[in-house]
């Protein structure tokens, strides 16, 4: 079946460092990844997406690495401040153009 | 307008009672999706729209659930005889693009409360 995972469910940091998120995916088919951000009572915002002929894409203070031999996602999160705390999510798109979500990882950043 | 629009925000029903949930996408969107959040969990897909077409309805949880698009623009979500199980956020999102290619722009969702 299909499933998209993620190791840590809750992840504490000090404003400034920087941040790791990850996420495991299970069908080696999906060829496009999104990560959203989702903060308390509002939808999922688009972080950033990266098709799998990449292995690395960044954006604004975030890079997200696919490593596609052990279906592996990972967000990075550089200097990170107060206002990235939320819940992330990587979304997986299966042959159905659905995007299957994982159950999230919950950043919070100590002031 | 700007993103997508969902309305109402929060919805209380007894059980047994009909709810209606709308959602306006951003504009010339051709793809609309409706996802349902448990708390806690992350997003579970319901429907999928191009246009006015539904083409794919495998996550609607049983016949209670119905969705439709008539104009291709604006959708509405019915749950009918809502059971408490149905409690969750009701997110809509939609994408330019056919099919989910290319990122979902999410509404900030209707919270379904049965009583």
């Known amino acids: 079946g299909e499933s998209v995972g993620l190791h840590l469910p809750t992840l504490s940091v000090q404003e400034g460092d920087n941040s790791i998120i990850n996420c495991a995916y299970s069908n080696s088919a999906s060829d496009y990844f999104i990560w959203y951000k989702q903060e308390s009572g509002k939808g999922p915002q688009f972080i950033i997406d990266i098709r799998s002929n990449m292995d690395k894409r960044q954006g604004q203070r975030v890079t997200v690495l696919l490593n596609k031999t052990v279906k592996h996602l990972s967000l990075q999160i550089a200097a990170t401040q107060p206002g990235d705390s939320a819940v992330y999510f990587c979304?997986?798109?299966?042959?159905?153009?659905?995007?299957?979500f994982g159950t999230g990882t919950s950043l919070t950043v100590i002031p | 307008g700007a993103g997508v629009s969902q309305s109402p925000r929060y919805k209380v029903a007894k059980r047994g009672q009909d709810v209606a949930l709308r959602c306006d996408p951003i504009s010339g969107h051709v793809s609309l999706f409706w996802y349902q959040q448990a708390l806690g969990q992350g997003p579970e897909f319901l429907t999928y729209?191009?246009?006015?077409?539904?083409?794919?309805k495998s996550g609607l949880p049983s016949d209670r659930f119905f969705a439709e698009r008539p104009e291709g623009s604006v959708s509405t979500l019915k749950i009918q005889r809502t059971q408490q199980e149905d409690s969750a956020v009701y997110l809509c999102?939609?994408?330019?693009?056919?099919?989910?290619?290319?990122?979902?722009?999410f509404g900030n969702g209707t919270r379904l409360t049965v009583t």
């Open positions: 979304a997986e798109l299966n042959t159905g153009n659905q995007f299957y």
């Open positions: 729209f191009q246009n006015e077409a539904q083409l794919d």
């Open positions: 999102a939609s994408s330019w693009n056919r099919g989910g290619n290319s990122p979902l722009h």
